[in-house]
């Protein structure tokens, strides 16, 4: 599957903002997706994971209650919708695919998005 993330952007502390990824292809309902994020000098981390269903989701504990991913198979699309966003937040944001609905590990997700960047002003 092939994956193209959009909806970044600049920001104020507070704001909010939408990431929407499309995938191509027929398979996408069966795919487990997740947003990644990676900072400079800082390691790639999962903030979202939805699994295939829409039913089950993980959050980073930073972002809970402020971020919330979602899903629409009809569309070939995930979302994630980010509120009171802090300056903390800001990195690029990667779609990401795989096949394994519990794991945060982004080697256990096989197909990747381009990247957003997503920058907070304080």
């Known amino acids: 599957v092939q994956l193209q993330a959009s909806g970044g952007g600049l920001v104020q502390a507070g704001g909010s903002l939408r990431l929407s990824c499309a995938a191509s292809?027929?398979?996408?309902?069966?795919?487990?997706m997740g947003w990644f994020r990676q900072a400079p000098e800082k390691e790639r981390e999962l903030v979202a994971r939805?699994?295939?269903?829409?039913?089950?989701?993980s959050y980073l504990d930073s972002v809970k209650g402020r971020f919330t991913i979602s899903r629409d198979n009809a569309k070939n699309t995930v979302y994630l919708q980010m509120n009171s966003l802090k300056p903390e937040d800001s990195a690029v944001y990667y779609c990401?695919?795989?096949?394994?609905?519990?794991?945060?590990?982004?080697?256990?997700?096989?197909?990747w998005g381009q990247g957003t960047q997503v920058t907070v002003s304080s």
């Open positions: 990401a695919a795989g096949n394994q609905p519990y794991s945060d590990d982004p080697s256990s997700f096989d197909s």
């Open positions: 939805i699994n295939w269903s829409g039913w089950i989701t």
């Open positions: 292809g027929r398979t996408f309902s069966i795919y487990t």
